[in-house]
């Protein structure tokens, strides 16, 4: 009988606290710092933007010891330990430059760039200079997922199927085509990561996708096959709601993971006799899950360690090499 492993991750409240830089200042930042300082003994010790009025006025708001009007002062801080970046996709590898070229460890959020070669070129300068450098894909860290990995070696998984779909106003940053718009980024990089992360790399990728009404890409439906044979059918949008939920299924047991299965939660397995098995874990958004991965940062720093095992950047780049054929196929331009 199958009975479910329970979670390994570390309390993050124990983990040795960092001088964290915050560079950039706008939604993701906010919530990654409030999940910081209400779930750990990280600092949110400085903060840049690219005005000083808007560094301050955040500054403020996460308590940080000291708020820069560049990014380029705030990297250059001697005091700060590693750089989260937090800017639009885009922007992501000309930062993490910056940060790595100042001598910073840095966690880039997802995706960590907008092409496979922009991720190895991030990956080449973090190995230069002997600095940390990890994609911040904060789902893998949580507690949850912990517990699926060590399932999904017993389950043989031969099919994923999941989604990611959400409405947006209409001045969201993500329907401008200056800042990478479209939902390939901000939202396919869950499915397909995790997509990736039970099948294997896909060995083909098939993609369909639709415009948005102002003609960035509005939604894709991605069809896969992993190199172990499994396939892959994933759907992301941003011009509708979808239950955003993962199902992992093999011969004998399925999975399905609640939605929004990227966040902490919980998950079903059933088995090919019928037997339900329930894990949960309190439900939270994103105040409620980011610190993992920062938690982990940390432990790695602490040993001297320069990647995670949890998110190498060779499966950033490999995301990456993906995204480069869906763009290609859909005709979403650079
Ligand atoms: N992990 C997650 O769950 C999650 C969720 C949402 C977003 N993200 C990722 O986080 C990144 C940022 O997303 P967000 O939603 O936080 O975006 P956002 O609210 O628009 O904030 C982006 C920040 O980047 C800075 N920035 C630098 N150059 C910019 C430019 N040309 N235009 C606009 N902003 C610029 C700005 O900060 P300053 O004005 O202070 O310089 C801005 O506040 C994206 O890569 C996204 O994929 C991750």
Same mark, same amino acid.
């Given at each position: ?21 915050? !560079? ?59 750089? @989260? ?5 885009? @922007? ?97 990089? @869950? ?20 415009? =948005? ?65 329930? @894990? ?13 991965? =920062? ?5 790695? !720093? ?16 490999? !995301? ?15």
């Amino acid at each position: 009988m199958l009975i479910l492993p329970t979670a390994r991750t570390p309390d993050p409240r124990t983990a040795p606290s960092l001088r964290w830089g915050i !560079l950039g200042t706008g939604w993701i930042a906010e919530k990654f710092t409030t999940a910081l300082r209400r779930n750990t003994t990280q600092r949110v010790y400085a903060v840049g933007s690219r005005s000083q009025e808007s560094a301050e006025r955040f500054g403020r708001t996460v308590a940080a010891e000291r708020a820069y009007g560049s990014y380029e002062a705030l990297v250059a801080d001697p005091d700060v330990d590693i750089i @989260y970046v937090a800017t639009p996709h885009n @922007y992501h590898h000309e930062h993490a430059l910056l940060a790595i070229a100042a001598g910073k460890h840095v966690l880039v959020e997802k995706p960590i760039a907008v092409s496979e070669a922009e991720a190895q070129d991030i990956a080449n300068h973090a190995a230069a200079a002997g600095v940390f450098c990890m994609e911040a894909f904060w789902t893998l860290f949580l507690p949850k997922y912990d517990v699926l990995a060590q399932l999904v070696p017993d389950i043989e998984v031969d099919a994923v199927l999941a989604d990611m779909g959400e409405h947006f106003t209409p001045d969201h940053r993500i329907f401008d085509p200056a800042l990478a718009g479209g939902p390939l980024f901000d939202m396919g990089t @869950y499915p397909l990561s995790i997509a990736m992360w039970a099948l294997g790399d896909p060995i083909s990728v098939t993609a369909y996708g639709a415009p =948005a009404p102002n003609g960035v890409n509005g939604q894709l439906a991605i069809a896969m096959q992993g190199e172990r044979g499994g396939v892959g059918a994933l759907h992301t949008s941003i011009v509708g709601e979808t239950p955003t939920t993962a199902t992992f299924a093999g011969l004998n047991h399925t999975v399905v993971v609640d939605g929004p299965f990227y966040q902490p939660g919980g998950f079903t397995l059933t088995t090919r006799s019928g037997e339900r098995l329930r @894990y949960d874990e309190p439900k939270a958004a994103h105040e409620g899950g980011l610190h993992f991965q =920062a938690a982990a940062v940390a432990r790695h !720093l602490a040993v001297g360690e320069t990647a995670s095992p949890i998110r190498p950047l060779a499966d950033s780049i490999r !995301l990456l090499r993906v995204m480069d054929t869906i763009r290609a196929q859909v005709g979403i331009p650079d």
